[in-house]
């Protein structure tokens, strides 16, 4: 069974950073394209961004130049940095793999 876990939520105050952790067990995960949705307080779920099996990167306009997806295959790990946060980042953030496996979520609070 798959499983996915997130970590490294927290709170932070605005402008500050936070990097988040998943960890995937999932067979070939280097082949895998791998995903960071948010969903805030009465939002639905959005997604924050991507990375594929090669390395390439997409993020949602309200977080780019923000922040960063990487990956780890040796590890099976994701990982998201995210730089110069705002309140509006606020929002428990998921990890999904190969846009099937969903983790349990990490809260994110940005407030002061």
């Known amino acids: 069974q798959v499983q996915v876990a997130e970590s490294g939520g927290g709170l932070v105050q605005p402008g500050g950073s936070l990097r988040l952790s998943c960890a995937v067990s999932?067979?070939?995960?280097?082949?895998?394209?791998m995903y960071w949705y948010r969903q805030a307080p009465g939002e639905q779920r959005e997604l924050v961004a991507s990375?594929?099996?090669?390395?390439?990167?997409n993020y949602a306009d309200s977080v780019k130049g923000r922040f960063t997806i990487s990956r780890d295959n040796a590890k099976r790990m994701v990982y998201l940095q995210m730089n110069s946060l705002k309140p509006e980042d606020t929002a428990v953030y998921y990890c999904?793999?190969?846009?099937?496996?969903w983790g349990k979520g990490t809260l994110v609070t940005v407030s002061s």
């Open positions: 999904n793999a190969a846009g099937i496996y």
């Open positions: 999932i067979g070939i995960f280097s082949f895998k394209p």
């Open positions: 990375i594929n099996s090669g390395g390439s990167t």
